[in-house]
């Protein structure tokens, strides 16, 4: 069984084998040193399967250097690392805390994810549309009291210094909720798209992830805002380079800088898919508009399916970048 923690200096989730219990390392994340929590297994174990008792946790964070053993790079920053490792040494890179990988047989092929999603969506038609329509409704009653405000004012019912003080804490408010549920909803559109039916419960569940899914999404959109302002071309790139954050928040517990990092490498070569995502995403908004707006209800929950669905393919054939691919391994 694996054994799960958390570096007792960054917080950062760590998980390796049973068999390194009680060996010492350093945290990928901030590289203090830490122990591995659980009993040391018995030294005659450790010799018959060839090891070193007194090895400092190498096969844990696949900080060895031994050249006879079989290497591979890592599928996020490129590096070599043993072919064994739970751990990049590297990028800090935790191999084990997906929980699953998408459809078998799912593909990069946008006519491939859009068959896969569209026959999950017509399995569980009943829960998806209920999580995205109650997500829409949180989001507007918690939108209401900055709309009101924003009348009053208008109307000459509040005055300046009333108005931008409420307006501005309403508007954090109302910021803060939706960040909250947009965390709950990418986790259940991701347990949608592996097979799993999540509780509408687990809408609620993205407090867990507030604070790294606001900074984040506050990158994410000054990027995209900053590059649609100089030209509009650099925040095309940037929104089709980092859509996948937030997925990568609830799905592996990431930090902000590692969310917008694998984001990046993960969408390298990979920008037309994004492309075709966000005009399928277009394509559903106008259809459900033209459906008297009723159809939203029904192609929206469709679309945020198609996304989580997008994110499983890339993660699933990921190959990881190349020497000589002309990218850089990190986004600095």
Not at 22 to 28: I, V, Y
């Amino acid at each position: 069984m694996p054994i799960e923690f958390s570096c007792p200096e960054c917080g950062k989730l760590l998980s390796t084998g049973d068999d390194k219990a009680g060996r010492s390392a350093k945290c990928p994340g901030c590289s203090a040193p830490i122990t591995v929590p659980g009993t040391p297994p018995s030294a005659s174990l450790a010799d018959a399967r060839g090891e070193d008792s007194r090895n400092s946790g190498d096969d844990q964070f696949a900080d060895g250097n031994r050249g006879d053993e079989v290497r591979r790079p890592c599928p996020v920053c490129g590096e070599l690392i043993l072919a064994r490792a739970q751990v990049c040494r590297f990028c800090g890179e935790q191999f084990s805390r997906s929980s699953g990988g998408g459809p078998v047989g799912l593909t990069t092929d946008m006519d491939v994810i859009w068959q896969r999603t569209w026959a999950t969506y017509k399995e569980n038609l009943g829960i998806t549309v209920a999580l995205v329509l109650l997500s829409g409704v949180i989001n507007f009653v918690a939108s209401l009291p900055q709309n009101g405000l924003r009348a009053a004012f208008d109307r000459g019912l509040l005055e300046p210094v009333a108005f931008f003080p409420s307006f501005g804490a309403a508007l954090l408010t109302g910021w803060a909720v939706q960040f909250w549920i947009s965390a709950g909803l990418a986790r259940c559109m991701l347990k949608l798209a592996r097979g799993d039916t999540p509780e509408v419960s687990e809408l609620f569940s993205g407090a867990r992830w507030f604070w790294r899914t606001t900074g984040s999404s506050i990158v994410f959109f000054l990027a995209v805002y900053v590059g649609l302002a100089l030209c509009i071309a650099p925040g095309i790139l940037a929104a089709l380079a980092l859509w996948p954050y937030l997925y990568f928040i609830v799905d592996d517990d990431d930090g902000v800088t590692d969310s917008l990092n694998r984001a990046f490498n993960l969408t390298k070569g990979n920008y037309v898919l994004g492309l075709q995502l966000g005009l399928y995403t277009v394509g559903l908004g106008i259809v459900g508009v033209a459906m008297c707006c009723v159809g939203l209800v029904f192609t929206m929950p469709l679309a945020s399916l198609l996304s989580a669905m997008t994110y499983l393919a890339l993660r699933q054939n990921y190959r990881g970048p190349r020497a000589d691919d002309g990218y850089d391994d990190r986004m600095v």
